[in-house]
């Protein structure tokens, strides 16, 4: 991720958190720590990148430390909630989940649905808001949506072909 001197502040902190313990980053969230939590962060620290949550189910089966999926969407949403996760709504109707570090936005690719980080140019929550709206705002999610590299090439090809 690239670092503009606009960003200093706030992703400092963020960056040493990828040094914590998954139990020292729950406390610090003032999160209690339980097994859910700690086995769904843990996971979702090692293995980087946007999984759904019927996703983080399996793995955790995988891994033999399975749990049931309401105790999955439980911890999810309360990590989440605390900034530890972070979700991105790349639709229609998908929801993915990973690692809470830096805030930042996400390309979906029309084709292939593969999703890939944005770096946001402000890098603190909200970094848009609209003229109006109805209460606060405490974040703006952002979806690119468009044809990725290896689609655009492959079209060409078949183009050409
Ligand atoms: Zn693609
Ligand atoms: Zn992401």
Redesign the pocket.
């Known amino acids: 991720m690239n670092k503009t001197g606009a960003q200093e502040k706030p992703l400092i902190a963020n960056q040493r958190e990828e040094e914590k313990s998954p139990g020292q980053r729950l406390h610090e969230a003032n999160l209690k720590v339980t097994r859910p939590r700690l086995l769904v962060l843990s996971l979702l620290h090692e293995i980087k990148g946007?999984y759904s949550a019927d996703e983080v189910v399996k793995m955790l089966q995988v891994r033999q430390t399975p749990l049931p999926r309401a105790s999955v969407y439980n911890a999810l949403g309360a990590l989440l909630n605390r900034g530890l996760v972070?979700s991105?709504d790349v639709g229609p109707g998908r929801v993915l989940y990973?690692e809470g570090l830096v805030w930042?936005h996400?390309f979906v690719c029309m084709d292939c649905g593969t999703?890939v980080?944005i770096s946001c140019v402000k890098g603190e929550k909200p970094c848009l808001l609209p003229e109006w709206v109805p209460g606060t705002v405490e974040e703006a999610q952002i979806i690119f949506r468009g044809h990725c590299g290896s689609c655009l090439s492959k079209a060409t090809e078949s183009k050409a072909g």
């Open positions: 946007h972070m991105a990973e930042h996400h999703v980080d």
